[in-house]
């Protein structure tokens, strides 16, 4: 990377959005950081955390599932910084239940933060990506979209979208010196994780099940995602990486 590039990284106040903003402030990205209002104390840290690394950080509170709230922030990250050179849709929910019980609310919300999140964010930096035929753009998947686990239906068919959107979106930005790739962690240790995780057992076999026989951190995603977003990567593209320790094997 030869200038200070811009990146948006999405639900960043905690867990692998976090440790992610936080990579790449320490590899030199200036970071436009957003979550939801309601986390405005812990994304404010995770900003001066980051301007630690020397680098500029702002923070955008926006719910990624709103096309109009999405279309507010990345206009005012464009009048702060200029331009965006790297997005990380990162924001995603979680809400447990088993098929036939599933409410359709949660249906509903999971799909619109996780899929339709990721589709809007990144409908809003096209323009801008195009114009300086120059973008990254790195999906967070999950292993969740490839395999799952009960209860967890709605969220799989949302993650396994992510995969499906970026592989087409990969196609129609490629001319125009963007790349779009999915990262699908494993079992992180994060809220969202200890989904999986506070029960012992499960704890116990998920670790079992992963080649380093060990549960993920957040900052294991990190690097991954910052491989995506530079230069490193620019003839990869349409990608999925599997960053699980190795529970997925392909
Ligand atoms: P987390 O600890 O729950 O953090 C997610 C962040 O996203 C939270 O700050 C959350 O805010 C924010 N967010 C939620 N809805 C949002 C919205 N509509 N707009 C903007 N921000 C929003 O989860 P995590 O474990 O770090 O997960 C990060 C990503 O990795 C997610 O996409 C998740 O699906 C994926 N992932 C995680 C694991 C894992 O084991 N942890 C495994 C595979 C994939 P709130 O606090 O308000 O919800």
Aim: aromatic fraction near 6%.
């Amino acid at each position: 990377m030869t200038k200070p590039r811009i990146a948006l990284v999405t639900g960043a106040s905690r867990g692998i959005g976090r440790a992610i903003a936080l990579g790449l402030a320490q590899r030199g990205f200036d970071l436009a950081i957003n979550d939801i209002a309601s986390q405005a104390t812990a994304l404010d840290a995770v900003a001066a955390e980051a301007r630690a690394s020397g680098i500029r950080a702002m923070t955008y509170h926006a719910d990624v599932a709103s096309k109009p709230e999405v279309q507010a922030m990345v206009a005012r990250i464009l009048q702060d910084f200029g331009t965006i050179h790297a997005v990380v849709n990162n924001a995603g929910i979680l809400r447990a239940s088993d098929v036939e019980h599933c409410p359709e609310d949660y249906w509903d919300s999971v799909m619109d933060v996780n899929a339709k999140g990721t589709f809007l964010v990144t409908q809003a930096v096209l323009p801008t990506m195009k114009a300086q035929n120059y973008g990254r753009i790195c999906n967070i998947s999950s292993i969740g979209g490839k395999h799952g686990a009960p209860e967890q239906a709605h969220y799989s068919a949302s993650k396994a979208a992510v995969m499906g959107f970026t592989r087409v979106l990969a196609q129609e930005v490629g001319p125009f010196g963007i790349t779009a790739n999915c990262i699908c962690p494993g079992i992180i240790l994060t809220d969202m994780g200890r989904v999986n995780l506070d029960d012992p057992a499960i704890r116990g076999a998920w670790q079992a099940k992963t080649a380093m026989a060990r549960i993920g951190d957040p900052d294991d995603v990190a690097g991954p995602v910052a491989f995506f977003c530079s230069d490193d990567s620019a003839f990869v593209t349409g990608q999925t990486l599997n960053v699980d320790g190795g529970i997925v094997l392909s």
